[in-house]
């Protein structure tokens, strides 16, 4: 869209001023701002224009603009300023991100020990995707001629970032034909799109000779594998000692050893909904290891493309009740605090699913 200068300064006036105030903008807001180099009438005028092309909007009748859509797209690909971050700002927002991501994981780690505690079974909390995940979209903060961040938001809504170190200097305009490359070529692809003939068609396109658009791929790569990989977390294997049936060392250490490998967990008796308890007793269970044990388990939402299940082993003597109430209620809080929706008071009534013979023993 081609604009006058004229009108790419309101623009960018009505932008900034309303990031600033959330309030609407009127044209003598705008004048003060461009300190009267214009004047009111001609900004009105402007302003109409602009709103007639669909880069502003007027709320109400009487009251200022505001930036549409459209026109933050304007603001954002032209007539934003851009500014650099210092190494020290970049190295503590890497930090602090990361430092989100292992919260997120820790959160899960204290879930499976809560539940060990309280049921006094060796307990385990998993994380999976529910479908492909890939890179929605590209950014680069620009930190200095060495170095920037790259940003990468994934369709399953998480954030990731890297800080890179270049061996070369590179030029803004470079970096923005990366991040405009990367855009239109790499997002929307699962990680095993990403191949060695891609990436060296994207080094011809964008004329790189440093080795750079191979690290940007190498960290999607790494992004994708990432979350469609399980994440497990194991908390209390060693209770089941404290049971009569596992007193056998060589029994005991069978389950413990099961216990370790993350496929096999994946692999136990999960529920088709979140919410819904599996009970899967004895020999029901496929796995040799756990053929004199029963598993206890519950879905849960962690929004997202993402699903969760949280659940216990232990003796086939165990007060499936009790067990099933307890997760349903852990269960309840991952939901909440993982999908985005805060920390609320359950009802302390939660009680466990009916459990018959429709659910007893059901695979």
Same mark, same amino acid.
């Given at each position: 869209?081609?604009?006058?200068? #004229?009108?790419?300064? $309101? ?25 009267? #180099? $214009? ?95 890939? $890179? ?154 756990? #053929? ?72």
């Amino acid at each position: 869209m081609n604009l006058s200068e #004229r009108k790419k300064g $309101i623009l960018s006036k009505v932008v900034e001023l309303y990031v600033k105030t959330a309030e609407p903008v009127g044209s003598k807001a705008v004048v003060e701002s461009l300190g009267s #180099r $214009i004047s009111s009438a001609t900004v009105r005028s402007e302003m109409v224009e602009l709103e007639s092309l669909g880069l502003l909007e007027q709320p109400h009748t009487s009251a200022g603009r505001i930036p549409s859509s459209t026109g933050y797209r304007i603001y954002v690909n032209d007539l934003m300023q851009s500014q650099n971050v210092s190494t020290d700002d970049a190295h503590e927002i890497n930090n602090t991100l990361d430092k989100r991501i292992a919260e997120k994981s820790h959160l899960l780690d204290k879930a499976s020990n809560l539940t060990s505690r309280l049921t006094t079974y060796p307990a385990y909390a998993m994380t999976s995707a529910t479908g492909i995940i890939t $890179i929605a979209r590209f950014d680069f903060i620009y930190v200095d001629s060495s170095s920037f961040i790259i940003v990468a938001l994934l369709s399953n809504d998480t954030v990731k970032n890297k800080l890179v170190q270049l061996l070369k200097p590179c030029k803004p305009q470079m970096q923005a034909k990366l991040v405009a490359v990367f855009n239109a070529s790499f997002t929307g692809k699962p990680e095993e799109s990403i191949t060695p003939a891609l990436i060296t068609a994207t080094e011809r396109a964008v004329g790189d000779t440093t080795g750079i658009v191979a690290v940007i791929a190498g960290f999607a790569i790494e992004l994708l594998v990432e979350a469609k990989s399980i994440g497990a977390h194991i908390a209390g294997a060693v209770n089941l000692l404290d049971h009569p049936e596992y007193r056998d060392i060589d029994k005991a250490q069978r389950i413990i050893r099961y216990l370790s490998d993350v496929k096999e967990l994946a692999r136990l008796p999960s529920p088709d909904t979140a919410g819904e308890i599996k009970i899967t007793i004895g020999p029901e269970n496929l796995a040799d290891e756990l #053929r004199d044990s029963s598993v206890v388990a519950v879905k849960y939402d962690t929004g997202g493309d993402m699903q969760g299940l949280i659940g216990v082993i232990g003796p086939i003597r165990m007060d499936y009740s009790k067990v099933a109430a307890n997760l349903s209620y852990i269960a309840q809080g991952l939901s909440l605090l993982l999908s985005g929706s805060g920390i609320l008071q359950l009802d302390t009534a939660t009680k466990s699913k009916k459990i018959g013979d429709e659910e007893v023993g059901k695979k």
